[in-house]
């Protein structure tokens, strides 16, 4: 039976005897960790020859010497291909009382080192070591899904301590709906939050993996359906960081276009919480790309505007070298295309309207402003959609 422990090796002499890639490896772990590597072979391989050139290590020259190779070592590695010299070195250790390890011999060796992975958590590293006796391949593929899994945000690390000053609140924006659309920091920010208030259009499949002691509250909204007002959503997420909690209030696309977010993150600081805004991929121009329409277009398109189609569209640049992308504008689709083309649009614009998109059940529709609302109603074309007028629409490969 061993007993794992950790070493603070910071400033203390380690001595490794042999010049090989096992050597190379553990010395470098040594470095990594502020030790004062002494290494004593005769020849040395290249990643030893690296870390010799940069002046990490100090390098003696020669074979094994005996004992007083070990004086005032806290640590010995021995790795030499030479079972001799490997137990000679050991011996010298365990009669100096320095700890050991024969990175040659897993029956023999006083220490032995397991495998470990780094993992960033939202609370700090993690770092785990996994020891299999006599098989350090089996040790390593542990270690690997441990980590995986840990980094996947799978275990509860929220911490069941008694809750101290106020909680905080995320506002993440979670893209188009799909997991893959998620950034590295919202995955982070889900891990560590004690309630999760989460939006109709946001991604879901990410929440049936998170640990069930973590509170979703759904607030989603289908269109004509509040099922909770905007204020009364503001009301709970203070209410739940006043608490004490983390919350992350995962949105659509990205919380600041047509989101809502910065009411949602004015209410929070109105009450001295403090509020992270994450980024999301916008559906404005995630969802086009998803039907390969890029929203501008050297020599199609300089430039583009985001508009709802809540309310009356605005006066817009009416060339169709200018690209429009319309979001929650379905129920008024047939009004909005006659307003642009009364604004001076030409009727034969192009236009797609994507619906679900990044969604398995994508769909794409395309028309003209003059045919468009009668496809959309022939299709059945629902929420939720973007729509895009202008010529970059061509580019789609549906319209070919
Ligand atoms: C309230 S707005 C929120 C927009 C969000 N903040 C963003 O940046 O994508 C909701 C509208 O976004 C569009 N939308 C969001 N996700 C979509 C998706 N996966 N497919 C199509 N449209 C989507 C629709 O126009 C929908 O009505």
């Known amino acids: 039976m061993s007993l794992p422990l950790l070493f603070d090796l910071t400033g203390r002499r380690v001595v490794a005897v042999g010049g090989g890639p096992v050597a190379a490896r553990r010395v470098a772990s040594f470095v990594d960790e502020g030790a ?20 990490l290590i100090t390098w003696l020259d020669r074979d094994w010497a005996g004992p007083r190779d070990l004086h005032g070592a806290w640590l010995v590695h021995t790795a030499t291909g030479e079972p001799t010299v490997d137990t000679a070195v050991r011996e010298a250790a365990q009669a100096a009382r320095i700890w050991s390890i024969d990175a040659t011999c897993a029956d023999r060796t006083d220490v032995s080192v397991p495998a470990r992975r780094a993992v960033a958590t939202p609370d700090g590293t993690v770092t785990l070591a996994v020891s299999a006796t006599g098989d350090p391949r089996l040790a390593v593929a542990v270690a690997e899904a441990f980590a995986a899994t840990v980094g996947r945000g799978e275990v ?64 989603g909204k289908a269109p004509g359906h509040h099922s909770l007002s905007q204020g009364e959503i503001n009301d709970l997420l203070v209410a739940e960081a006043l608490a004490g909690r983390g919350v992350v209030r995962l949105k659509g696309g990205d919380p600041y276009v047509l989101g809502r977010g910065g009411e949602e993150r004015i209410a929070c600081q109105a009450h001295g919480i403090p509020v992270e805004v994450v980024p999301g991929v916008t559906s404005a121009i995630a ?73 398995p059940d994508q769909r794409v529709t395309l028309g003209t402003l003059a045919d468009i609302a009668d496809l959309a109603v022939a299709r059945g074309v629902e929420n939720p959609a973007v729509i895009v007028v202008g010529d970059v629409v061509t580019l789609s490969p549906h319209a070919s």
Do not use: K
């Open 36 to 55: 004062l590597v002494e290494v004593i072979a005769p020849w040395i391989c290249e990643d030893l020859h690296d870390l010799y050139a940069a002046g």
């Open 287 to 359: 969802v086009p790309a998803a039907a390969g329409i890029p929203v501008t277009h050297r020599g199609l398109a300089r430039a583009f505007t985001v508009v709802t189609g809540h309310d009356d569209l605005p006066a817009l640049p009416p060339g169709s070298d200018h690209t429009l992308v319309l979001l929650m504008a379905v129920s008024t689709l047939r009004q909005s295309m006659a307003t642009l083309v009364a604004h001076g649009r030409e009727p034969h614009c192009p236009v797609a309207i994507i619906e679900r998109g990044w969604l």
């Open 156 to 219: 509860d690390l929220r911490r069941h301590r008694a809750r101290t000053g106020p909680g905080w609140v995320a506002l993440v924006g979670g893209g188009p709906g799909a997991d893959a659309l998620l950034t590295a920091r919202a995955l982070e920010l889900l891990r560590a939050a004690d309630v999760i208030v989460v939006d109709r259009l946001a991604p879901r499949s990410i929440l049936d993996r998170l640990p069930s002691t973590v509170r979703v509250v759904d607030v």
